[in-house]
């Protein structure tokens, strides 16, 4: 091999490594430096309490059809499915049939706990008559009169997380939701001061609403400034 072939080579292999080291650097900067700080037990004990609700509700048995965004600009709601899947995993009885992705386009209406439509919802529950339950980690839709009328019989149970505790009342009254995750806005809450685990999180954060134990529900009820200073904490 003559050197100019050599040099080439050697050229060639140290362009390579320069590469990968410069890719790994570009990694390690997405997922540690530059992606979002969130409270990562929070969140993970937001998917626990869902999975464990959804399972009470089924009598841990049946499949569920999953509401969500994609996570990827949503850290928060990435924690929330993990935790879930995994919850639901450890329960056996539960299968997720479907995740159903809403396509947002960018719209700020949707987010953690909000922007499900009562056209999106009666879609998707057209869509999988043979859902035991569904869960939606994009909030409750405004639901009207002629909306309950137009629900596909039986109707899957619901539970869902959201920021309206106001569109929660009628699904409620009408039996169509089960269960609700909202803003905590009874106190004190119970646990410790400094909470640690993923549910001493939720505890401290949210709360859970059934039909069975309905309270005063209205827009005042949710306190989403306590939950954006719980992930900067």
Not at 8 to 24: F, P, R, T, W
Not at 27 to 35: D, G, N, P, S
């Amino acid at each position: 091999m003559t050197p100019t072939g050599a040099n080439s080579k050697q050229a060639l292999a140290i362009a390579g490594l320069i590469l990968v080291i410069l890719a790994s650097l570009t990694w390690i900067y997405v997922t540690e430096v530059a992606a979002p700080k969130i409270n990562l037990p929070l969140h993970q004990g937001v998917g626990l309490v869902l999975a464990e609700e959804t399972s009470k509700v089924l009598g841990n048995k049946g499949q569920v059809v999953v509401i969500a965004i994609n996570p990827r600009k949503f850290p928060e709601l990435k924690a929330q499915l993990g935790a879930f899947e995994k919850a639901l995993k450890g329960l056996r009885g539960i299968k997720v049939k479907e995740t159903y992705m809403v396509e947002t386009n960018d719209d700020p209406k949707y987010g953690v706990g909000t922007g499900l439509s009562a056209k999106r919802f009666l879609k998707i529950q057209k869509k999988y008559p043979d859902a035991d339950a569904i869960v939606s980690f994009v909030g409750v839709p405004n639901l009207t009169d002629g909306d309950f009328t137009e629900l596909k019989k039986p109707i899957p149970k619901f539970i869902a997380e959201t920021r309206s505790p106001e569109k929660c009342i009628k699904p409620f009254q009408k039996g169509v939701l089960q269960v609700a995750i909202i803003s905590r806005f009874v106190f004190p809450a119970p646990g410790p001061k400094n909470p640690h685990t993923p549910r001493e999180w939720f505890d401290q954060y949210f709360q859970i609403v059934t039909a069975a134990a309905l309270p005063p529900l209205d827009a005042s009820s949710t306190d989403a400034t306590s939950e954006r200073s719980a992930d900067r904490e």
